[in-house]
């Protein structure tokens, strides 16, 4: 959005972290392209109301790395691990996988 006056203004600059969260493509892809923080979950069940566990694998969680990096492109390189930094710096892009 552009031209947006939110108040309060936001204490970070140049504005808040986005955090986004998700398991399949397109949401991933999204989260590579404009997300601060981005959670990995396992995909969403065919019924839409539960987890499928079978889709949380290694290879599984490689291929959603491998949609962030490609939808980030220049981006992924700033990707950390988030359980492994111990503060935020408003250039990095933090990245927590969780398989709960």
Not at 47 to 71: P, V
Not at 88 to 94: N, P, Q, T
């Amino acid at each position: 959005m552009n031209g947006f006056e939110v108040f309060p203004k936001p204490f970070q600059h140049p504005h808040s972290p986005l955090l986004l969260a998700g398991g399949g493509k397109r949401m991933l892809s999204i989260a590579g392209r404009f997300a601060d923080i981005i959670t990995l979950n396992p995909p969403v069940a065919p019924d839409g109301n539960s987890i499928a566990m079978a889709g949380a694998t290694a290879e599984a969680t490689d291929q959603q790395i491998a949609w962030i990096r490609e939808a980030a492109r220049d981006r992924f390189s700033q990707i950390e691990n988030g359980e492994r930094a111990a503060s935020r710096s408003k250039d990095c892009v933090f990245l927590s996988v969780s398989g709960h």
